[in-house]
């Protein structure tokens, strides 16, 4: 075990509720140790080699606290309200375009801190995927408590920024958001990851998302400028009637990321979306890992995850859906296709069906290629130079994960990124 | 403009085009006719600069070694290919692209890039001339295009980008009389002193709508008679088998 636990332990003797979960969830996180290859959800990813490979002076974040953040990384010239997290505590919020009393926000630290506060978070103390769960519920800080009125519908999008600085550095953060949007209400969410160049840093987060009856919830994660950190998001969903959740997942700047959506469709009617963008370099390393589970009747899910793998990139997929015996007239889709773009690199996917009921639509497609020659060369025959075609042709293809943005805006803040970001990388792309 | 001297290509050791041999000036018209399997389509491929083929012979265009140029600067030079099966490119819009090949070569011949308004101005112009529906534009390239629209997107591309030699490969196969019409007023719009076409088909009936100045007969990769316009005609009745084996006639 890397990690010390002393002064925790010191630290929550008080045997309060809190503190309670904390010793317990620590035990069994000590018992199992970051997952390794040995479990089936994470076999393409060793966490536990990852971490002694590259993050050997991991260390608890102290109490030292610090709300240093480049006031550069706010994006201009785009109406939004926001919360800004920086190394994963709350440090402050503006909701300025909407209607106050209808939104609840808190960081989660006054929540964990209040006993009778904290009765109502509870449950999402329960979750018990794997260790880095635990592990999460053993040591989280703070984070996000946001929970939105029924009726009410954001009238901007709301940006939440997850900055780091240097006092991140070799630090595990762990924090936890919890979103609740109540009966025909609407948010859209952008998660905006930015850190200080180069820190090193592992950052385990636990997103809650509640989307009741008529409800729309559109989640947006940007991580697109992060170097060297390390990441473990969980992201878990509840679904209720003809609620619908959009997400969409741009994967390109950490060095490891792994993002773990489950989807929790519990009534009916209610749908799930699920798309994601993965373009990768160097020796970064991503995994998408959803979890789409189908529990009543009429309930619609689609995944569609576009990659492509430069240099000595790995990127994963594995995509589950889940259909109950009670989920007729489920219609489920999945469709990954990647491009390897180097013989170094590596894309592995992993589609699940898991059907127990007979009246259903479910239906997936895995594609893994290089890119075609004779596409190359139509695009050089009108005179683009070889990496410009190459360029091209990945633009194009990655772009139809981007399409599925339904929120315009935001679309073509994220379509600008991404443009930016290509057109900086370098298209040496060999036969191969 | 162009000078093919003695051009062999294999494929996987099948030897495809074998001693061929062509001359073009600038401002001519040259049809090159043949039957399947004689040559015609790698002719075009190894102009353009595909690869795959072990070359021999060599080709001058403008003077210089064209062989040796990589694909975009064929292009770039003024080479053009119309495909015969233009390739359906998922994700990249017809009118970025289209923006882009011309800007690159507008940049090395030393023009000014066009900025998007003014782009949009000469393409909506040039659309309009070819009566193409200009919604092609803001689709995908070639992506679900009928074979029609197709073969118009390449014929709209090489009037955007004014090559000095065009070679179109059975741009009329597929084509209804319309699309013909549209394809055929395209190339008459673009011939000029300077501006030389190779025409490659199966058929003389697009030959009725582009006067060719010279025809030729490719036959087991080489050319086994050339004539002017009226040996397209008499192609069509005595079919190619005779011009193949008739070597006595070959010019």
Redesign the interface.
Known sequence: MILNFDNFQKANQSGSKLNNIRIKNLNIFKEKGFPTKKEENWKYTDLNRIISNNLSKLEILNDKKTSQYNNEWILKNFQHNQIILVNGDFVSSNFSFETKEKITIKPLKKILNEEKDFEKIRNYFDEQENSLNALNHALVNDGIFLEIEDDYSFKKPLIIYNFFNKFSENKIINNKSIILLGKNSKLSVLEWYRAESDIKYFNNTIHNCSIQKNAILKKYIMDSNLDNSYNYHFTNVKSYSNSIFENFLFSAGSSFIKNEIRCDLVETFSSCFINALIFLKNQQHHELKTNVNHKQENCKSSQLVKSALLDKSNGTYQGKIYVDKKAQKTNGYQLSKALVLSENSAFNSKPELEIYADDVKCSHGSTTGNIDQNSVFYLMSRGLSKEQANRMLVEGFLNEAIETITEPNIKSLISKLFIDKINKTKFEINEY | MLDIKSLSASIDGKKILDGFDLKIKPGEVHAIMGPNGSGKSTLANVL????GYEIEGQVFYEGKDLLNL???E???KGL??A?QY??E?????TNN?LK??LN??RK?RGLKELDSLEFLKLVKTKTKNLKIDEKILNR?LNVGFSGGEKKKNEIL?MTI?EPKLAILDETDSGLDIDALRIVSDGVNALRSKERSFLIITHYQRLLDYIKPDFVHVLVNGKIAKTGCGELAEELEKVGYERMGTDKQTAI
């Open positions: 353009t600069g595909k690869n990589p694909i975009e064929r292009a770039q053009f290919m495909f233009p390739l490119i998922a994700g990249v819009n692209f882009t090949s690159t070569i090395v995908q591309q980008l």
